[in-house]
């Protein structure tokens, strides 16, 4: 029975250390090839400046995700599609991290043109969203189309050189570090996926 209890807490030990020095990877192009090692941080691929507003009216730029690590997607009001399994997953997110400051979660809107901020602030309150912990953002198309294949690569390789005349709809949500940098992006339909984008916040909060 001894031996048995000093294999578990070894075990244990071992996952520990497992989970203390796993590192997660960084992205700077559309296809998602992995960089481990960060050459230079003033020069790597990040989230440039943009302005947008919020469900509350206010302004929401990339100030807004300074010393933050951010989830973040893409969606529509009026979407009776993958759009409400998404907001589930959003909001099982908005659960286990609703007392850590240092995450925020962000869904812009790609119908911005509809989804003005009095439809946003009604599908918050329809989805029980938390102001604090989860910001929906409208603004003009072309920079929230612009920031979401140019920048997060939400559409991963298949659509980084798409117009913003042609529909941007995706199920990923993309993991943002406190540099704005990419660190993973997940199947937001996928509960596996989803339960390794949890762990991999925990990871990049201890960095």
Not at 57 to 77: D, H, P, R
Not at 92 to 118: E, G, R, W, Y
Not at 136 to 148: D, F, Q, S, V
Not at 167 to 179: G, M
Request: glycine share 4%; net charge neutral; hydrophobic share 35%.
């Amino acid at each position: 029975m001894r031996a048995k209890f000093i294999l578990f807490f070894i075990g244990l030990s071992v996952l520990s250390c497992k989970d203390e020095t796993r590192k997660l990877p960084y992205y700077n192009t559309s296809d998602y090839t992995p960089v481990w090692e960060l050459p230079d941080t003033d020069n790597f691929h990040k989230i440039p400046p943009f302005q947008l507003t919020d469900q509350e009216g206010k302004m929401f730029s990339e100030e807004s995700l300074k010393g933050k690590i951010a989830v973040v997607n893409f969606f529509f009001t009026t979407c009776p599609g993958i759009c409400p399994k998404m907001a589930n997953s959003m909001s099982l997110l908005q659960k286990d991290f609703l007392n850590d400051n240092a995450v925020l979660l962000v869904s812009h809107s790609v119908t911005p043109d509809q989804d003005s901020v009095a439809i946003l602030a009604k599908y918050a309150k329809k989805n029980k969203v938390v102001y604090n912990k989860w910001k929906l953002l409208t603004g003009p198309k072309e920079e929230i189309y612009n920031l979401g294949r140019k920048f997060y690569f939400v559409e991963e390789d298949l659509g980084e050189n798409k117009e913003s005349s042609i529909f941007l709809h995706t199920e990923n949500f993309v993991l943002i570090d406190k540099n704005r940098m990419i660190r993973g992006i997940y199947n937001s339909l996928d509960p596996t996926s989803m339960a390794s984008l949890n762990e991999d916040i925990k990871v990049l909060e201890k960095e």
